[in-house]
């Protein structure tokens, strides 16, 4: 299998405050990784380091060959190769849903107009919500918007997605219907790395788990052994909290 | 107040509307015999307490009417808007027995009683306004000084203008863009070789000689146009994490918004020039649209900023995220939001230079109100100070009500909500 992210003795500060320490992770292509912990204990800003939305000051991350640190040029083409889809949707509300995804495609792949549209359309049938393109963000409901949110990140074909608390926002009635179309994309082979605190979600796709606290990776190990037979007690005084 | 012993209820509802009528109905009377009889019914008392009376009177009445539920739907309906307690009705009476009181002798100042036909100040024999001032000074008002056989330069200039940004509504989505290059670099260049001559076989006219409405409108647009780009990259730069952009900007904004207008012209006129090298002549009118484009720029930056401010961090995100640079994700996500949040500041900043452009008197260049100024003060019309600035005033508050009409049908045109 191929490494397409490695993270080598990650530090990160804000300030004073160490929110990620020492943390060492490889993923594959094509692996599916949860990422839980309480809040605070720098799950979102480890995922945010690998498109750098945060930056790190000491260690190495590497995204499909690159090194990412402050002299990286091109950011930009590593960002348009890593999906991301973010707590609170963070949609343009300016732009029709179907503008939406097909923006960053036109303006940064230079696709050729007709053709990011057909993309968009595939990725919205896909997501199921192809009948709502012409309308804006305002007029869809929570689920709806982070489902788009899903297919505008598709739209540049990444090889990498990430997800921030994807169902965080959502009424819990709505969440099914984003975790549905979030397996149909594992099952479809993409490489996914995933903060959510949805378990039944992690057991059914995640090939691997990570429990992360105060900073940390405490614990990483297989879906199955994770849930079955945690090795740290604080792993295991945290399932025990969140099942 | 104090309370009265026989409160109004419904069981005694025609006595106390009838008493509290015939109340309201005395205060209204004396009103209106006041404003158009010229009667005083309540002479006999004290100046003051006379001139309160019908107030008082009122204020009674409406106390008397005040019954919830009468059943009565227009006395419900009045006692609901104007009359819910007390201090409403003593309002809702001032407010009527102004109307009442001063709506006339405007009304008779502007027409019933002005003067509108003859040609000098002598024909103006009414008490009321002399329009015969603007009607002679009319062509002034609007073309300054320019001479009048060349006059449908600017005429042409303008209905130009007007056709094109008329056009620009009707035409298809496809050609709007060119429609727009057009009107903002083409335009401008061909508007102003029109006006000022020289070339062609027109006739050159030196920009002092330029005045009036026209020059309002000249003055106004170019700033409006110019400003608006200058204000948002200062704004962006702001907001830079480069530090020598963001503290040039800084510095920038700061020393322009710290110094009026008036000053930054004279400088214009005055100090400008010796930092030019000798020989060369910047026309005066050029140096005044760059001293106001700046000038209103730092404004408008601050403005923009303010927009961009409320955004969320979220959207900085997604753009990044979608792998946009810099300049793509402030022009394609960041300022279309931006900017439709902070419209009417956006709008507020136009109205305001529109208005300031009075004050390029002080270069010795006569836009509307600059005009007025010079014709009150001609010895044939000495005392038209009250017409002409009347006069200005309509022109400007019918260009900026405009421009604020404008800006809310965009707000509305452009918001995404339901």
């Known amino acids: 299998m191929n490494k397409i992210i490695e993270l080598k003795n990650v530090n990160k500060w804000f300030d004073k405050f160490q929110a990620l320490k020492d943390v060492n992770l490889e993923v594959n292509q094509q692996e599916k990784i949860v990422i839980c912990g309480p809040s605070g204990s720098g799950k979102s800003t480890l995922i945010r380091c690998i498109n750098r939305l945060e930056e790190h000051q000491e260690g190495q991350i590497i995204v499909d060959g690159k090194e990412i640190s402050e002299n990286t040029k091109d950011i930009e083409k590593i960002r348009a190769e890593v999906g991301m889809v973010f707590q609170q949707f963070n949609l343009f509300p300016h732009l029709s849903i179907l503008d939406n995804c097909t923006l960053a495609p036109i303006w940064v792949k230079k696709m050729p107009k007709k053709k990011a549209e057909e993309v968009a359309m595939k990725n919205l049938e896909r997501v199921q919500i192809a009948d709502q393109a012409k309308k804006f963000p305002g007029q869809l409901s929570g689920g709806q ?11 540049m074909e990444p090889k990498i997605m990430l997800f ?23 099952k479809a082979g993409m490489t996914m790395i995933v903060v959510t605190h949805e378990m039944g979600f992690a057991k059914e796709v995640a090939d691997n788990m990570i429990f992360m606290d105060e900073g940390r990776i405490v614990e990483k190990a297989k879906t199955k052994d994770f849930f079955d037979n945690p090795r740290s007690d604080r792993t295991k005084l945290f399932l025990s909290q969140i099942l | 107040m104090k309370q009265i012993p026989i409160k109004p209820t419904k069981e005694n509802l025609t006595t106390f509307v009838t008493l509290g009528g015939v109340l309201v109905l005395i205060g209204f009377i004396d009103v209106l015999a006041n404003t158009f009889l010229e009667l005083n019914f309540t002479a006999f008392l004290p100046s003051k307490l006379s001139y309160f009376a019908p107030l008082i009177i009122g204020t009674i009445g409406l106390y008397l009417i005040r019954i919830e539920f009468s059943g009565n739907k227009l006395l419900d309906k009045i006692n609901t808007n104007f009359n819910s307690n007390n201090l409403n009705a003593i309002l809702s009476l001032v407010v009527i027995f102004a109307l009442i009181k001063y709506i006339p002798p405007i009304l008779n100042w502007f027409f019933f009683e002005a003067n509108f036909v003859g040609s000098t100040k002598e024909d103006c024999t009414g008490n009321g306004a002399c329009w015969v001032f603007v009607k002679v000074w009319f062509n002034r008002f609007v073309y300054g000084m320019y001479p009048d056989a ?18 620009s509504f009707f035409v298809p989505t496809k050609f709007k863009k060119y429609l727009l290059i057009f009107l903002l670099f083409v335009y401008p260049i061909i508007g102003l070789k029109l006006i000022s001559g020289g070339e062609f076989g027109l006739k050159y006219v030196e920009t002092g000689a330029w005045g009036g409405l026209s020059l309002t409108f000249i003055v106004s647009a170019f700033a409006l146009i110019l400003c608006f780009p200058i204000g948002m990259f200062l704004a962006l730069g702001r907001k830079s994490n480069l530090p020598a952009i963001r503290y040039t900007s800084i510095g920038f904004i700061e020393l322009w918004r710290g110094v009026p207008l008036i000053t930054v012209l ?16 910047v026309d005066k009118l050029i140096r005044v649209l760059i001293a106001i484009t700046l000038f209103e720029a730092a404004y408008m930056a601050e403005v923009i900023r303010g927009g961009l401010q409320a955004l969320p961090k979220g959207q900085y995100e997604a753009a990044k995220s979608l792998g946009m640079g810099y300049w793509r994700m402030h022009f394609l996500i960041i300022l279309p939001q931006a900017l ?37 003060t001609n010895p044939k019309w000495l005392g038209m100070a009250m017409e002409g600035y009347v006069f200005a005033g309509l022109v400007f508050w019918i260009i900026c009500y405009a421009m604020s009409r404008y800006s809310q049908n965009l707000e509305k045109k452009l918001s995404t909500e339901k």
């Open chain 1, 164 to 186: 921030d608390e994807p169902t965080s926002a959502l009424d819990p009635e709505m969440i099914k219907e984003v975790l549905d179309s979030m397996v149909d994309l594992a």
């Open chain 2, 150 to 167: 060349e006059q449908w330069r600017i005429n042409s200039a303008f209905i130009m203008l007007f056709a094109l940004v008329g056009a």
């Open chain 2, 266 to 281: 004279f400088m214009s006129a005055v100090m400008f020039p010796m930092f030019l090298p000798d020989g060369t002549y």
């Open chain 1, 145 to 155: 918007q982070q489902r788009c949110a899903l297919a505008r990140a598709l739209c």
């Open chain 2, 340 to 376: 439709k949040l902070v419209i009417p500041g956006i709008a507020n900043t136009f109205l305001a230079l529109v208005k300031d452009t009075p004050l390029i008197f002080v270069v010795g260049l006569l836009e509307l109100a600059g005009m007025v100024n010079l014709a009150k």
